[in-house]
């Protein structure tokens, strides 16, 4: 599960708008502004929901889910030596 929060954050963090994660991950910007507008966990149809979960995963984020530490979140993966060579 994703919070509209999340999801927010998470295209905040990858510096993108609202058409380009509906460019990345296939749906359409009124599907993306839709999910961005609920209150709490993001509601979709499954396929758009995955479609979205993975273009984010692809684009380097990483979603938290609620735990006993604290509320979910969102972070960047972390860099990976291949990722630091330039060529």
């Known amino acids: 599960m994703m919070s509209a929060g999340q999801l927010r ?3 905040a963090l990858l510096g993108i708008d ?9 749906l359409s910007v009124p599907t993306i502004q ?4 609920c209150q709490g966990v993001v509601r979709g149809n499954v396929d758009s929901l995955m479609k979205l ?11 938290i889910a609620e735990g006993p530490d604290g509320g979910r979140g969102v ?3 972390a860099a ?8």
């Open 75 to 77: 972070r960047l993966k």
């Open 9 to 11: 954050a998470a295209r």
């Open 53 to 63: 979960v993975e273009a984010l995963e692809t684009a380097g984020v990483v979603l």
């Open 34 to 37: 839709r999910m961005e507008k």
């Open 18 to 26: 609202q058409r380009t994660l509906a460019e990345l991950a296939g």
């Open 80 to 87: 990976t030596p291949a990722d630091d060579q330039t060529a």
